[in-house]
């Protein structure tokens, strides 16, 4: 069991909704004046892509308040007195979706039911198909019953985005249907037809797109899902618990908060709204190269883009936010079922079958480990990941045209489309791949600045911000705004020649010592963030660049424990 997720006490039974509350307003205002300064940068003219789990570009200051403030919920464990349980997964939303927060995550949750002659049974009545494997008290904890056939394991997913996901138009989605496969190419696909939590039972029915079974269509009817059958939290759109394997003796025995457990807070909004805040402003991964890499038309040419399609426009409606409206995106999915084969779960859910499974998003598929609803695609290089994963689309199936088709290429293709893959979540300027950019990455774009010319398949086109074909002082000035959103200080300009002193060094100033500023003007060894100390984040920069050449202090040719001596002895301000 992990520890973290256990049941906590609050002892403040009074105050029920204070934890949270008093988490958000501490964590909100810092990260508010966080963001405050990320923006003030973007009025320098550089509009960065947003990293994975950031929020969108273009929200208002209200929005970005709404932002911050549901993060912090979804974050914040709940206690028992607040609701938690009697049967839950977890206490949080964090622990499962945390790469990033609100993203993807290596946690399976387990599913049960009976198999009648190839139909699956969910066995509602023992508690299924989800399996709450934690309990307040030991005597409820829910278990997997004897009665059960199938029993399968789901991988903790995520579209990130989702409210620019959630605003695609149902009709759009609807039109890559082609359920008679009418044009021959083995690939069908249809849509999940759902009915919101939220929307009245004669409401017209909704294209689903979250989950691994599009069992979903908005964030609100998930968040309310997730509430109660992850965290055991009764809310406004699921009022009833669930009983231990369906025993209502045992609930009774173990369940002592009224219900529904989710209360409006003092601003007036209750905990599945403000989950749903934060997950609706969510920004979309980024791409590095934005677009032309080769690997790109060899995923056409194989198949993969007639379910993994690559652009979608957000609906124009007045209703949605600037922020969200008439957005053109690119997820990499067409939010349908197909039959996958050897690749279905075998559940069955709402109107989704045994075989059928929803088309993942790919955006930052770079990060994903393990892949596929099983996490079947796990560990090793990002290439055999991806490798894998795509072999696993066949040899039945939808997706059976293009995994053979793919075995088949040169491995110059495969190559290729790997490398394409890998595109998908990579920061922009992000060279060493650690996720954020610092110093080392400056090392790299400097190199690059006499390349020549650049392609989007060369490793310099991670720095060629404006996809002009060549690295110049442009790009330096679109990486002084990455580096500074990473933390990194704001550069000065040390000579006063009117060149900042990280442009300086892009443009060929000789800086040994890694500070970020040209050694003309002196500095000091160590100082990686240029901030004028040797302190924590150097040695986290420091750290990320191990065993690497790039970023070497000692001019021994890697990072190693040499530099990490120097760092240490330089330790203090310059
Ligand atoms: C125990 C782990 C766990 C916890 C805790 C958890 N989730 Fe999830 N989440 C999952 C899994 C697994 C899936 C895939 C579900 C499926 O399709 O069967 C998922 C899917 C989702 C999705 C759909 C993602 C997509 O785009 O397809 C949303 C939205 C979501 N969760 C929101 C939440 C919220 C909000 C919370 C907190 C209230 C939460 N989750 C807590 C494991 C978890
Ligand atoms: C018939 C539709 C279809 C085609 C064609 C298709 N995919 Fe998929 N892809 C899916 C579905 C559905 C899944 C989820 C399968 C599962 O986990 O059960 C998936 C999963 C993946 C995953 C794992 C993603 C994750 O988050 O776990 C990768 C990577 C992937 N596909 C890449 C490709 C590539 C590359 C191609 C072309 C060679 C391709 N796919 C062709 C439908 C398709």
């Known amino acids: 069991m992990d520890i973290s997720s256990a049941p906590q006490r609050d002892t403040n039974a009074n105050s029920s909704r204070t934890p949270h509350a008093r988490a958000r307003q501490g964590l909100a205002a810092a990260l508010l004046a966080f963001s405050a300064a990320a923006s003030a940068l973007a009025g320098d003219g550089v509009v ?19 932002f911050w403030q549901g993060r912090t919920d979804y974050v914040t464990p709940f206690s028992m007195p607040m609701g938690l349980g009697p049967i839950m997964n ?21 599913h049960f039911g009976m198999d009648d002659k190839g139909e699956f049974y969910p066995l509602t009545e023992l508690g299924g198909s989800l399996l709450q494997s934690l309990a307040v008290n030991d005597s409820c904890r829910e278990f997997v019953p004897e009665e059960a056939t199938v029993v399968i394991q789901r991988v903790t997913n995520s579209s990130m985005a989702f409210g620019l996901i959630e605003a695609i138009p ?50 609100l009817s998930f968040s309310a899902d997730a509430t109660r059958n992850e965290l055991g939290v009764t809310n406004a759109l699921i009022q009833t618990e669930n009983a231990p394997n369906g025993d209502m003796a045992l609930l009774d025995a173990c369940d002592s908060v009224a ?28 791409q590095t190269p934005r677009s032309g ?78 892949m596929l609803h099983d996490g079947s695609a796990a560990g090793g290089s990002f290439e055999s990941r991806v490798t894998a994963a795509i072999l696993a689309h066949g040899p039945f199936g939808e997706g059976a045209n293009s995994a053979a088709a793919f075995a088949a290429l040169p491995s110059s293709q495969k190559a290729q489309l790997v490398a394409f893959l890998d ?25 690059c600045r006499t390349a020549g010319a650049v392609s989007p398949d060369d490793h310099c086109a991670i720095g060629d911000f404006d996809q002009n074909g060549s690295v110049n002082t442009a790009d330096a000035e679109a990486f002084v705004a990455a580096f500074v959103r990473d933390g990194g200080a704001k550069p000065g ?3 006063n020649d009117g060149v900042n002193d990280l442009v300086a060094v892009f443009l060929g100033a000789p800086d040994t010592n890694r500070d970020g500023i040209p050694d003309d003007c002196g500095g000091c060894l160590g100082d990686l963030t ?13 750290l990320s660049a191990w065993g690497s050449s790039t970023g070497d202090l000692t001019g021994d040719g890697t990072v190693n424990a040499a530099d990490l001596a120097a760092l240490l002895s330089a330790w203090g301000s310059c």
């Not at 009418?182 to 004669?202: A, C, F, Q, T």
């Not at 056409?300 to 426009?313: D, E």
């Not at 859910?349 to 045994?354: K, L, Q, T, V």
């Open 48 to 66: 960065l892509q947003p990293k994975a789990g950031d929020p969108l570009n273009g929200l208002t200051a209200s929005e970005l308040n709404l």
């Open 90 to 110: 977890k206490s949080n939303c964090q622990s499962c979706h945390s790469n990033p927060v609100g993203g993807w995550g290596s946690i399976k949750v387990t």
């Open 170 to 219: 149902d009709e759009a989605i609807a039109a890559n249907e082609d359920p008679k496969d009418l044009d021959g190419d083995g690939v069908s696909g249809r849509v999940h037809w759902v009915l919101p939590l939220e929307s009245s039972p004669k409401s017209p029915l909704r294209a689903g797109r979250f989950g691994w079974k599009a069992q979903v269509a908005t964030v």
């Open 259 to 286: 219900d529904p457990e989710d209360h409006a807070d003092e601003s007036g909004f209750t905990f599945i709204e403000r989950v749903t805040h934060f997950q609706r402003y969510l920004a979309e991964p980024p």
């Open 293 to 370: 890499m080769s690997g790109e038309a060899v995923f056409v040419a194989v198949g993969c883009a007639k379910c993994h399609v690559p652009q979608w426009t957000t609906s124009n409606l007045k209703g949605f936010e600037s922020a969200i409206r008439g957005k053109t995106i690119r997820p990499y999915s067409d939010f349908l079922l197909h039959d996958m084969g050897l690749l279905g779960d075998g559940v069955q859910e709402g109107d989704a079958n045994e075989l059928e499974m929803r088309t993942p998003t790919l955006w930052n598929l770079r990060t994903r480990d393990p």
């Open 423 to 447: 595109s998908l979540g990579r920061v922009e300027f992000d060279f060493t791949g650690d996720g954020s950019v610092d110093i080392f990455d400056l090392e790299v774009l400097a190199d």
């Open 493 to 495: 300009d040390c000579d």
């Open 530 to 542: 240029g901030d004028g100390a040797v302190n924590a984040a150097d040695l986290a920069a420091l």
